[in-house]
């Protein structure tokens, strides 16, 4: 699929790298229809989008609310004249061991249920409701298009993220599930996994501990945000990629 073609929607695109894909897309001339929770982020990027080749249209949107999804995938495939794609970008953290001995005290904690069903809800189920709903409206219209989903390195497993592991892992294996039951719509699934990613989070991490991660990735640094786009670039144009996640992560998880 040509850049300019798209009719992208793009969740999670107020912030980050969402906003990265949303803005390369429209610099090429494509249409986006950007959802996220963040108001005021999805206002500055409708301003930082003006003047571009193509246009970019947001609305708020909560991936983990059914109601609200349904109503954004229609009102996309208006605003755009039609949809053939979606970047499944969403996602949030709840960190903490799942069960950790605390140093001062030596009590007992426990992740708790509303950490671990937070994250499942976006991470997981917010991305497949976007899934579903997109793919029956392009079905609908007898439209071929792609669907990329933004898993994670910590699919294979990351210390104190048991929830977000777990929903990073199954849209990685669903990417290849969904690979296979949207073949007959002419829709292909690919996914993307970044490693650590160059943010003001990461910016402001204690530097020793900053230069030990560093070192533990074959390349020697945190990935830019344009490292992790030239992947979903890659997906969203080359049509005989289908059903497998690239992890871009460094050599990390080597």
């Not at 990935?223 to 050599?251: K, M, Q, S, T």
Request: glycine content about 12%.
């Amino acid at each position: 699929m040509r850049l300019e073609d798209t009719k992208i929607i793009i969740t999670g695109a107020a912030q980050g790298l969402g906003r990265h894909y949303a803005l390369r897309l429209a610099e090429a001339g494509g249409q986006v229809a950007a959802g996220d929770v963040h108001q005021e982020g999805l206002a500055s990027l409708a301003e930082e989008a003006a003047g571009l080749r193509g246009k970019i249209h947001t609305r708020s949107l909560n991936v983990a609310d059914e109601g609200q999804v349904g109503e954004f995938v229609a009102w996309a495939h208006d605003a755009m004249g039609g949809l053939n794609g979606l970047v499944n970008n969403a996602g949030i953290l709840r960190d903490g061991l799942l069960v950790k001995r605390d140093r001062q005290t030596g009590a007992i904690t426990k992740l708790s249920s509303a950490q671990w069903q937070a994250v499942i809800d976006v991470n997981l189920t917010g991305a497949t409701l976007m899934v579903r709903d997109v793919v029956a409206k392009m079905a609908e219209a007898g439209t071929k298009g792609v669907i990329v989903n933004i898993s994670s390195s910590a699919r294979h497993g990351n210390r104190g993220q048991s929830n977000y592991s777990a929903a990073k892992a199954a849209l990685a294996a669903n990417t290849t599930t969904w690979a296979l039951e949207f073949a007959p719509f002419g829709i292909r699934v690919g996914a993307v996994a970044p490693g650590m990613v160059e943010t003001p989070m990461t910016q402001g991490m204690n530097p020793k501990a900053r230069d030990a991660l560093v070192a533990r990735i074959p390349v020697g640094r945190i990935a830019v945000p344009e490292d992790i786009w030239l992947a979903v670039r890659f997906v969203i144009e080359c049509e005989y990629f289908n059903g497998r996640c690239i992890d871009v992560d460094g050599g990390l998880a080597m």
